[in-house]
C-alpha cells in the first residue's frame, strides 16, 4: 500500500505548471479554511507572466492557485487549466 499523504513542507519551493507544460511559478505557501482544513489554494512566488495573464485570483499582491486544480504532485505540482475557473 503506498502512502498517499503529503507534507505541506514537500510542495513549498516546488515547480507549478500545467498538464500542457506551461509555467507558472513556485509554491510558497499553501492556504487552507482553518474551520475544516480544506485545501484552498497554492500561493505562487516569481509567477510567470503566462500566469500573471490568465485570470487566477490576486490577493495582497500575491497569484493564487484554486487547489481543486492540482492533479499531480511530484517533482512539480501539475494542474489542469480547464480547472482553474
Do not use: C, W
Not at 495573464?53 to 480547464?82: C, R, S, W, Y
Amino acid at each position: 500500500m503506498t502512502d498517499d499523504k503529503r507534507s505541506a513542507k514537500d510542495l513549498i519551493g516546488k515547480t507549478v505548471t500545467s498538464k500542457g507544460g506551461r509555467k507558472f511559478g513556485i509554491v510558497a505557501d499553501i492556504i487552507f479554511e482553518t474551520q475544516n482544513g480544506e485545501l484552498m489554494n497554492l500561493v505562487l512566488k516569481g509567477p510567470t507572466p503566462y500566469a500573471e495573464t490568465v485570470g487566477l485570483e490576486h490577493k495582497d499582491g500575491e497569484v493564487l492557485v484554486p487547489f481543486h486544480a492540482v492533479i499531480a504532485m511530484g517533482d512539480f505540482v501539475v494542474i489542469n487549466e480547464d480547472d482553474l475557473f
